[in-house]
């Protein structure tokens, strides 16, 4: 089976600018969720959507959100960058609810 | 989410040592997961864990759910220089879907 694919894998924006990232699940997959890691936070959890509802969110600005289309594929948006925005964007996708979670290779975000 | 406290942060060790890692965390976790990344790409799961006292192992690599459920450790034994890497434990409690991650041990190996 294919593994989780994440486009871009490389994105430069400016500040106040908006982005989408794209993020594809393995096949049969139907929980998507999305992390950001930043070296001063680590990884953290910013949403999961299961069958096109977002079931869970962590604690981010509205500024981030997703969503999730029929076929599983997931896209999350960020409106008005912020310079703290830079970080790589992982998603991870997971057969059920509290099944293990296997990452993409994840998008390099730079906001300049 | 709540951080996990993971150490050592780094380790920087010659090939053929072995290698030893926890976690820790105030609250009780059912699922310990344990994950490695190298540069430019995304966590590769290792080790799931879904009982306390469980020990499981992949290879060279050896993982235990703790018994009191809050804390989880990872052995690597003879390592390699393809083992450098971030390696981050993960935990999921019953009240939450998202997963925890701990800040992560960077290993180094030299051959």
């Known amino acids: 089976k294919a593994g989780v694919t994440q486009t871009p894998r490389y994105l430069i924006k400016t500040r106040g600018q908006q982005v989408t990232l794209s993020c594809s699940p393995i096949?049969?997959?139907?929980?998507v969720s999305w992390y950001q890691q930043t070296p001063g936070q680590g990884l953290q959890f910013l949403f999961e959507y299961f069958s096109e509802t977002q079931r869970n969110k962590g604690n981010f600005p509205g500024r981030f959100s997703g969503r999730q289309f029929s076929n599983s594929r997931s896209e999350m948006n960020v409106s008005t960058l912020e310079l703290g925005d830079s970080a790589l964007y992982l998603c991870?996708?997971?057969?059920?609810?509290?099944?293990?979670?296997?990452f993409g290779p994840g998008t390099r975000l730079t906001v300049l | 989410g709540q951080q996990l406290n993971q150490s050592p942060q780094s380790m920087f060790i010659q090939e053929g040592e072995d290698v030893s890692m926890n976690c820790t965390s105030s609250s009780i976790f059912n699922t310990w997961l344990w994950y490695k990344q190298e540069p430019g790409e995304g966590p590769v799961l290792l080790i799931a864990?879904?009982?306390?006292?469980e020990l499981t192992s992949n290879g060279r690599l050896t993982a235990q759910f703790g018994i009191t459920r809050k804390d989880s450790f990872l052995n690597i034994s003879a390592s390699i220089p393809s083992d450098v890497g971030i390696y981050f434990c993960?935990?999921?409690?019953?009240?939450?879907?998202?997963?925890?991650f701990g800040k992560g041990t960077s290993l180094l190996v030299t051959p």
């Open positions: 993960a935990g999921r409690s019953n009240s939450g879907y998202a997963l925890n």
């Open positions: 096949s049969g997959h139907r929980s």
């Open positions: 991870a996708s997971s057969a059920g609810d509290t099944d293990t979670q296997y």
């Open positions: 864990l879904y009982k306390a006292g």
